[in-house]
């Protein structure tokens, strides 16, 4: 339309149909395709200034519904679970982001864009914390779950491996349980997307370690193992 609309200033009148054939016929998508990256390439090219965020629930034992907030930082995969509430209202996810800004204060780039989903709960006080950072607040489409695939990802990896095999209690419980995990998934869980590294290294070590210099640690009840080197 704004083709033919350009057209018309200049006294030439074609219909947007006609244009619209004329440019399929020539392989030409519409104007946002063909400049610009797509939402990939920009995801993997920003990915050191990306964080995002979202919310997930949890049943307890009671049947009570507790709300997670969480973030996830895309080029190192690592995990900050902001906290959980019965009731997530404005002022408490306000603070919640307060919170992660000072726990990420240390990194080496700074947060140049805050991805998150489009819910109520995200109120425009949540976002200016973020703003006042230097970051750009981008909230996906609605139902469309790939376009906070990292995010997505880590909830249906939490639930498998951690969350789907216990009874949750309450809320203290809840975080205790997601304190563990995280702690796990960000200094002990090799990642296939970081070349099998984690997200937070603690210690490197190249050495041959026979089968009897193998030490296995037990997190939450034995649920999840972890194996490191033992001194000899």
Not at 99 to 118: K, S, W, Y
């Amino acid at each position: 339309m704004r083709i033919s609309g350009e057209l018309r200033k200049l006294g030439i009148w074609v219909s947007a149909t006609t244009i619209r054939t004329l440019l399929r016929r020539n392989g030409f998508g519409p104007a946002p395709r063909r400049s610009g990256s797509t939402w990939t390439q920009f995801l993997r090219v920003q990915a050191g200034a990306i964080l995002a965020c979202d919310f997930f629930t949890v049943e307890t034992i009671g049947l009570k519904t507790l709300y997670v907030l969480f973030f996830i930082e895309i080029s190192t995969r690592r995990v900050v679970a902001a906290g959980v509430s019965a009731n997530p209202n404005s002022a408490w996810v306000t603070q919640q982001a307060r919170n992660v800004t000072m726990e990420l204060d240390d990194r080496a780039r700074p947060i140049g864009f805050l991805l998150r989903t489009t819910t109520p709960k995200f109120t425009g006080p949540f976002d200016e914390v973020f703003r006042t950072q230097g970051a750009q607040v981008i909230q996906t489409p609605i139902q469309a779950p790939k376009a906070n695939a990292y995010a997505e990802r880590w909830v249906e990896t939490v639930r498998a491996e951690c969350l789907d095999w216990m009874l949750v209690l309450g809320r203290r419980h809840l975080l205790r349980i997601l304190r563990a995990y995280v702690r796990h998934y960000n200094q002990e869980r090799p990642h296939r997307g970081l070349a099998l590294a984690v997200p937070e290294p603690q210690r490197e070590s190249s050495m041959l370690v026979s089968p009897r210099g193998v030490g296995r640690r037990d997190v939450l009840g034995g649920l999840i193992h972890e194996y490191r080197a033992v001194a000899a």
